[in-house]
């Protein structure tokens, strides 16, 4: 008998980017039954990422061609709930790490993590050797700040793939490492590749986390943007206002389209 093709989770529009709806619980069991002829992409996809959609196409396109898009940030969530999915949660890229090293201990789950500074990866490594006991951490590397030729990535990805990992962890930041997930997927068979961007920094300590009342009530931003105003004020400034009201147009509309069904 042939063994059917695993079905990731549905997916909805949030602005023009399709979202995954979905729980903690079903990205593991994606994880679990994930195909082992191809790579598995995953985008950890915040309102950042959904602004800078709309106007980059080939960010557009990684997104668009990724097999699980988490919500992460909860006016993403909340758009969700918005429409039709009362009970959606934010899965956010620090806790989707660390979910799936802690289920990954008793699954043999190997890791390798890709992107960020020398540094960070070593305090990164050391932090989470000495959490989760018995880690399989199968490497990690820091590629250099500029676009890489093909035969380099081939030679990256070859080197990677020797350590036989279950998962490449991609810290490259938005939108670089959407981009090459989606360029070097061919390379990585049988892989999750997941997008976590800034979660390196905090997993490794170099960076603080929001305090769990400003995440859980979607004021994450004004953290971050305290920690770092020079580099994330444009970002905030300009997308979040832009974001709340193509938002808000669009749960007006299906709202509307709702009540005529």
Known sequence: MTER???FPPKQN??????????FEDLMASFDARPRDRATIVTITNVHA???A???PELRRALDAADISTPD???IAWALRSMGNPDQERVYGAKVT?????TGLDRGWR??????TVETLGNLRAALEEQYEGIEIAGTHSPPFRDLEAAEEDAIAAE????KPDFVWVGLGMPKQEKWMLRNKHRYPGVALVGIGAAFDFLAGTKPEAPAWMQKAGLEWIFRLASEPRRLWRRYIFNNPAYLLAWARQAIVWKLRNRRA
Request: hydrophobic content about 40%; proline content about 3%; cysteine-free.
């Open 5 to 7: 093709a695993y079905s």
């Open 14 to 23: 949030v602005v023009g980017t399709r979202i995954s709806l979905l729980t």
């Open 50 to 52: 959904v602004m800078t």
């Open 54 to 56: 709309r106007r980059d």
């Open 73 to 75: 940030g909860m006016p």
């Open 98 to 102: 660390t979910t799936a090293l802690e």
């Open 111 to 116: 890791h390798y993590f890709y992107g960020s």
């Open 160 to 163: 990677i793939m020797e350590t």
